[in-house]
């Protein structure tokens, strides 16, 4: 992913004011803002990278897939190569694998990329995994993840692995650089006392980011209605939804820093 090669964060007022807030005590609220406040740019271009673009696609193409007469076959015109009856695992695995064989011929890519393309495959196997829950808990096999995939076909279920997603790709890129900063401020008298008390952030960060992703959520299920009912969901329509979402996070994220801030 990238994070152990970035070094220390740029020396820049903006990213001053972050290392400042941390050491202030600020909470996840505000440092989520003032990362995406000071990576603003990056943030903006992230919203039309190769690999968010192709691994929501793919996202909204599987549970269709599965509700084709020959999965195996539908999978592989997706680009998924795979067994006639895969697991949800072997699923994941392709999936990695064809965004991974789309990010290595982009000039463009970045790690950022790589945020996306593991996002896409977390968000498919948590969410479908745990549409596919039986008695003795999660199962990943054949039947049972091609019926999971088939539930996330519907608008409701599927809105519901649009925002897993896009509230994995939003933590990814803040850790991304509060990665570089936050072990200096762990032990004895720093802003986190133990790391304990790190991780307890950390989990803070996740949650802000899903609920601020929760905009997607609400979009998400009439768009893939509507999209798939007019005309299929194509690579390029999937692509502006997802630059569309991103966006809305970004913005999501400075608006609830600002009503907290004024609370």
């Known amino acids: 992913m990238g994070h152990q090669r970035l070094g220390k964060l740029p020396a820049t007022r903006p990213w001053q004011a972050v290392v400042a807030l941390i050491t202030g ?7 989520a803002a003032a990362v995406g406040k000071a990576a603003e740019g990056s943030l903006q271009r ?6 968010l673009r192709q691994g929501f696609w ?3 193409q599987l549970p269709l897939a599965a509700r084709e007469a020959d999965f195996g076959e539908a999978l592989l015109a997706l680009g998924l190569d795979t067994t006639g009856q895969p697991s949800l695992i072997e699923i994941g695995a392709a999936l990695m694998a064809a965004v991974d064989r789309g990010i290595a011929c982009d000039p463009k890519a970045t790690d950022f990329s790589e945020m996306a393309a593991t996002a896409a495959v977390e968000s498919l196997v948590s969410v479908a995994g745990r549409d596919a829950g039986g008695l003795f808990g999660t199962t990943y096999a054949a039947d049972d993840a091609r019926t999971a995939l088939h539930d996330l076909a519907k608008p409701a279920r ?7 997603f896009f509230a994995r790709v939003t933590r990814e890129y803040l850790a991304y650089y ?5 072990p200096d401020h762990v032990g004895g008298a720093q802003r986190f006392p133990s790391l304990k008390d790190h991780h307890v952030f950390e989990r803070a960060l996740e949650i802000h980011c899903r609920e601020t992703s929760e905009i997607v959520e609400e ?3 009439s768009w893939f209605s509507k999209t798939n009912y007019e005309g299929g969901i194509t690579p390029a329509k ?11 996070v970004r913005t999501e994220l400075q608006a609830r820093a600002e009503a907290a801030a004024h609370a």
């Open 58 to 60: 793919l996202l909204t």
């Open 238 to 248: 999937a692509g502006e939804f997802a630059r569309r979402a991103f966006a809305k």
């Open 219 to 221: 979009n998400a299920a």
């Open 178 to 182: 509060l990665s570089r900063v936050l």
């Open 158 to 164: 599927f809105a519901v692995l649009a925002r897993d």
């Open 25 to 31: 005590g600020a909470d996840a609220a505000e440092l």
């Open 46 to 51: 992230a919203g039309d990278d190769g690999a």
